[in-house]
């Protein structure tokens, strides 16, 4: 259930005319707010915090296992890579 609660806040221009362009900027800024909040739930979790440097590694990581998945599926492994996974071929 969304309870309507209006704040005031001060925003830099740029991020003011961004929000005026959106249709729903309160989605917008509940799902950035939402983001942050998971990660500081995280931080506290694993008691690391994101740098840019980690997170520049985990990009890295995830395009290397993406291209390696891509050049299977290009191969022709698709079929065998759902069987593995368990999908019905």
């Known amino acids: ?3 309507r609660v209006v704040k005031s806040v001060s925003l830099p ?7 005026d362009t ?15 909040m ?14 840019p440097e980690r997170i520049e ?3 890295e990581w995830a395009r290397r296992e993406l291209d390696a998945a891509k050049q299977d599926v290009e191969a022709g ?4 890579i759902r069987s593995q996974m368990g999908y019905a071929a």
């Open 1 to 3: 259930m969304t309870k």
């Open 13 to 19: 221009g740029d991020v003011a005319e961004y929000l």
């Open 22 to 36: 959106l249709p729903n900027a309160s989605a917008e800024v509940t799902r950035l707010l939402r983001r942050s």
């Open 38 to 51: 998971l990660n500081d739930q995280v931080q506290a979790l694993t008691g690391r915090k994101s740098s």
């Open 57 to 59: 590694k985990a990009r």
């Open 77 to 80: 492994a698709y079929e065998d």
